[in-house]
């Protein structure tokens, strides 16, 4: 038997729950669907790149929804800019679902090579800045490591980790076009809506074009251009997901490009990994968030090339998988040694 839409063989529902499981595990993590980690390993086994984006693009929607009320309940949100950032966002699905089905009707080898080539581009790309960025934000939190009083040390080092080199948002939040804002849960005195509308434009851009919720931008994108500290825009990342990718997932549907019953599978694995990888963002630093993904970034741009361009499917799958599957095993380290060292400090402060 097949899938019906995908037409692989549905003897395969093992490996699309480890794909959900990874993929959850780092979505609830990073405040993405996970979906420019599915689309490359749909492909390998065989997916139409249609499909896959589609499917993916509906089990975003699907977890996202777990992973917000975690976020939620973490206080990793911010309302207020999601509210601005839906409608815009979801013109973005709408353009980049009609791209893909431009391409779709031009042939599906200019399709491939156009969505792989820009999948290459934006995750190399995203990659080598936030590499940069960590570099450069480490060596100022060097520089100024001498200056921090020993009694805040702990405290002031949490948050030099989640400071960023880039200026960006500085000057983004400096441009008074009104009107403007404040957000008090990412410590924003003033921002134009604008700022935000474009980038909810731009990450629904990419998640109908791409099918990858638009978390591939994001949470950097949160961080860099709009100024939330990194734990808020991931959880307002994966907030602002469940309108637009409903809405993304809806119109793949209507095309034809959603294998619903792969998608259920996708999405049982990914129910159980979001939850260990919102819990972890309690006990990660921001530099700690930001580097991961800029490594799973490059292992899946490389994935992209041995599958798209060297035929190498089965290589490519490993390497997808392969990758997600240690920083799955890094985040949930990372949960498991927070959870006991919150455990002893607990047990140390109640001690007489």
């Known amino acids: 038997m097949e899938f019906p839409v995908a037409l692989v063989p549905i003897s395969s529902w093992d490996t699309l729950l480890a794909i959900g499981f990874v993929v959850g595990g780092c979505g609830g993590f990073w405040g993405r669907g996970g979906g420019w980690i599915i689309i490359p390993a749909l492909a390998a086994m065989g997916v139409p790149i249609n499909v896959a984006v589609g499917t993916s693009i509906t089990n975003i929607f699907g977890h996202s929804i777990v992973s917000t009320f975690r976020h939620w309940r973490f206080g990793n949100l911010s309302v207020m800019i999601t509210a601005i950032m839906i409608p815009s966002r ?15 009707g031009a042939g599906e080898g200019r399709m491939d090579l156009v969505i792989s080539v820009l999948y290459i581009i934006v995750l190399f790309a995203m990659a080598g800045f936030i590499y940069r960025d960590i570099r450069r934000t480490k060596r100022r939190s060097r520089r100024s490591a001498d200056a921090e009083e020993a009694a805040d040390r702990e405290g002031d080092e949490q948050a030099g980790e989640d400071r960023v080199s880039s200026s960006l948002s500085a000057r983004m939040q400096s441009l008074k076009l009104r009107p403007c804002v404040s957000c008090e849960v990412s410590g924003i005195k003033s921002i134009s809506v ?59 549907a209507m095309y034809g490009n959603v294998d619903l019953l792969m998608a259920l599978f996708l999405l049982a694995g990914a129910s159980v990994g979001v939850q260990i990888g919102a819990f972890a963002t309690r006990f990660a630093t921001g530099t700690t968030i930001r580097g991961l993904f800029a490594a799973m970034a490059v292992v899946a741009g490389v994935s992209v090339v041995l599958n798209s361009y060297l035929q190498l499917d089965r290589a490519a799958l490993v390497m997808v998988l392969g990758g997600a599957s240690v920083v799955c095993l890094i985040v949930i380290y990372l949960l498991v040694a927070g959870t006991r060292a919150a455990r002893r400090q607990m047990r140390g402060s109640n001690s007489p």
Do not use: D, N, Q
């Open 194 to 252: 604008w700022a935000i509308v474009l980038a909810g434009m731009a990450m629904g851009l990419i998640s109908g074009l791409l099918g990858v919720g638009g978390g591939l931008i994001g949470m950097p994108m949160l961080v860099y251009l709009i100024g939330c500290p990194t734990h808020v825009a991931v959880g307002t990342s994966m907030f602002s997901a469940i309108v637009a990718e409903a809405f993304g997932a809806f119109r793949h």
């Open 90 to 104: 979801s013109l973005g699905v709408e353009i980049g679902t009609r791209i893909v089905e431009y391409l779709k």
